[in-house]
């Protein structure tokens, strides 16, 4: 299975995504700086399993990262804040909402400099739109530790209702779906 979301060909990249505050685009070698910050973050690490060793993020990160299907850069004025992703939910981990999983989900981390303004609900927002006009009908799970308070009022916000918990990472994990058409603010 390809972890690129296809129903049909879809062009990628998209061309650049604007919502009122924010563009939405593809990764390029300007973001790496931000992205290293991201992921080496213990604030950020919280819930995704911890942060990342700045120097191994150094020498594992390329040139331009994130340079796949499905990877946006969230810009604010010129400056990223964050990234969205939208891969295949790998059949063998755990939360599905087909037998065979599969599924699209959508992933999103933030710097914690840009938490608490509605970025992520917004930047979401426009992602799950563009999906849905990409393919039409096609659900979109998404899965975050249900410790993880504002991510689950994110899920709320975009409209995505729960349909299981369950234990993984040595933590409870809520998973939601959601289907276009449904409403987000």
Known sequence: MSDEITVHPVAWPPAPIKTE??????????????????????????????SRPRDELERALPEVPGQRFGFFVVELNGTTIGMITLDRRDPERKGHIRPEGGEPGLGYMFLPQA???????EACAAVLAWFADAHPGEPVVLSTQTANEASMRVAAKLGFTEVERFEDYGAE?????????????
Do not use: H, K, N
Not at 24 to 33: F, G, I, K, N, V
Not at 173 to 185: E, H, R
């Open 173 to 185: 994990q809520w998973l939601g779906v959601w289907y276009p058409g449904t409403p987000s603010d």
């Open 21 to 50: 505050r924010l563009v939405l685009r593809q990764s390029e070698a300007r973001d790496r700086a931000a992205l290293i910050d991201l992921f080496a973050s213990p604030e950020v690490g919280t819930y995704v399993g911890g």
């Open 115 to 121: 938490w608490g303004r509605g970025y992520a609900t």
